[in-house]
């Protein structure tokens, strides 16, 4: 079962505006990941933050997380062409030790009009 | 080789056939795994290595095997193959904590298989 799951499913935004994108997830987790495919791809990580933080910042990128929400946000500012891919959060669920690796949600596809 | 290669690129393969798909990394990463994605599902972890020697099942590990004998390489089987193991496969590698967390991931550019 997906553990993290991306809102919206789809967004398009004009270039240079921000794109926000929202992860939810289920259970308890050791760190957040965010990652992006462009078409075709595999996935290349971005970003990714711990449960005992509550923000950072990687370039344009600005991730947030709530822990007692269980809910993450992923901000890109000044939108580019090139931003035009699919960005998927992963979790790392706490399980004492145990070896599940990630769980992806669905993906948010974004699309940047020039 | 820099980071992760997988192979073949892609494949049609006839049902009931045997295929592996291979998956080798030069990170010296100790934690591998196989995902597959298929269109509205996201990535699904097939099958997982924390080390050499080991492995582990992941949320859909049904008709696939995998192996570990090396730090580098980790094949993935499918014995015999079924219309809906129709999909792109990934290989992923990380440097696993070890108090448990995991790392980054690192993805290989896929393998697009086809079961007709």
């Known amino acids: 079962s997906q553990q993290g799951e991306e809102d919206p499913q789809a967004l398009s935004i004009q270039e240079g505006e921000n794109a926000t994108m929202n992860c939810s997830y289920k259970?308890?987790?050791?760190?957040l990941q965010w990652y992006r495919q462009n078409s075709g791809r595999g996935l290349v990580h971005l970003i990714l933050?711990?449960?005992?933080?509550r923000e950072k910042h990687s370039g344009r990128l600005r991730v947030t997380l709530d822990t007692s929400k269980k809910s993450s946000s992923l901000l890109i500012t000044a939108s580019r062409a090139a931003d035009t891919a699919s960005y998927f959060c992963?979790?790392?669920?706490?399980?004492?030790?145990?070896?599940?690796?990630?769980?992806f949600g669905k993906g948010t596809h974004l699309i940047i009009q020039p | 080789i820099a980071g992760i290669t997988q192979a073949p690129t892609s494949q049609i393969l006839a049902a009931g056939r045997r295929m592996t798909l291979r998956c080798t990394q030069d990170?010296?990463?100790?934690?591998m795994y196989w995902y597959r994605q298929d269109l509205g599902l996201g990535l699904r972890l097939i099958h997982y290595?924390?080390?050499?020697?080991?492995?582990g099942k992941g949320e859909v590990p049904d008709g696939y095997s995998v192996s570990r004998a090396n730090t580098d390489d980790f094949p993935l089987t499918l014995a015999s193959a079924v219309p809906s193991q129709t999909s792109v496969y990934f290989c992923?590698?990380?440097?696993?904590?070890?108090?448990?967390?995991?790392?980054?991931?690192?993805f290989g550019p896929g393998t697009r298989l086809t079961v007709l």
């Open positions: 992963a979790t790392d669920p706490y399980s004492g030790g145990g070896a599940d690796g990630l769980t």
């Open positions: 990170m010296r990463h100790n934690a």
């Open positions: 290595s924390n080390t050499a020697g080991t492995t």
């Open positions: 933050i711990r449960s005992n933080e």
């Open positions: 992923a590698s990380s440097a696993k904590f070890s108090g448990g967390a995991y790392n980054e991931q690192f």
């Open positions: 259970t308890s987790i050791n760190n």
